[in-house]
């Protein structure tokens, strides 16, 4: 490896993350800033904004529609992707599905490594249904920076959660584990 590039990529590592709730108290939306104020200083984490995009139509998909030109600029300038979305009614959140089907023909997903955070041990089927999801787009799906934290019924916001041990460290080591990954795949 050029260790020149490496230590750039070392220095100016981005990541672009998405909550798949809307809610403004979201579990998932707390868990991304937590992760933002868990991140090292040579790590930038963008928290993108997936509720002011329009509902999927492919009729519309070549159009110059603000929310997507920047979620997918956002995503092309990321070395990775992080995604914390909920379960409803056993199925992947519509505002997350949403957002993925604007990616779907894009160049910015495919081989895009990709975190998953579930903020609910019990919510098995949407996680399943996203890593299916997100494979069938190409993405990179790292196992091993991909963690599970109990946030559900916790009543924990952003820093309730940085502050909260245990669940700050998985986070923390989900993240470290993410970056490793993301500098080893760079040739
Ligand atoms: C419409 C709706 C459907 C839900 N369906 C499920 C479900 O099928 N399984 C589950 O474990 N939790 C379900 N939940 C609970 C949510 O996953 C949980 O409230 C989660 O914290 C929401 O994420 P947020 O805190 O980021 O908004 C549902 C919640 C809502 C509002």
């Not at 999801?133 to 790292?142: A, E, K, L």
């Amino acid at each position: 490896m050029d260790s020149t590039r490496s230590h750039e990529a070392l220095l100016t590592m981005k990541l672009l993350a998405l909550s798949g709730s809307l809610r403004r108290n979201s579990y998932n939306s707390a868990a991304l800033v937590a992760l933002t104020r868990l991140a090292p200083s040579n790590l930038e984490i963008t928290i993108g904004d997936i509720g002011s995009l329009p509902l999927f139509n492919p009729d519309i998909e070549n159009n110059d529609i603000a929310a997507v030109q920047q979620l997918k600029s956002q995503l092309a300038q990321a070395s990775g992707l992080i995604i914390a979305s909920p379960e409803y009614a056993h199925g992947i959140s519509g505002p997350m599905k949403n957002a993925l089907d604007w990616l779907v023909s894009g160049v910015e997903f495919p081989y895009k490594p990709v975190m998953l955070i579930n903020t609910s041990p019990r919510a098995s089927h949407a996680l399943n249904a996203l890593i299916e999801v997100v494979t069938t787009m190409s993405g990179d799906i790292i196992d091993s920076a991909s963690v599970t934290i109990p946030l559900l019924s916790s009543e924990l916001d952003a820093d309730g959660i940085v502050e909260n041990r245990e669940i700050s460290a998985v986070l923390s080591n989900g993240l470290k584990e993410f970056c490793q990954k993301i500098e080893a795949s760079i040739p």
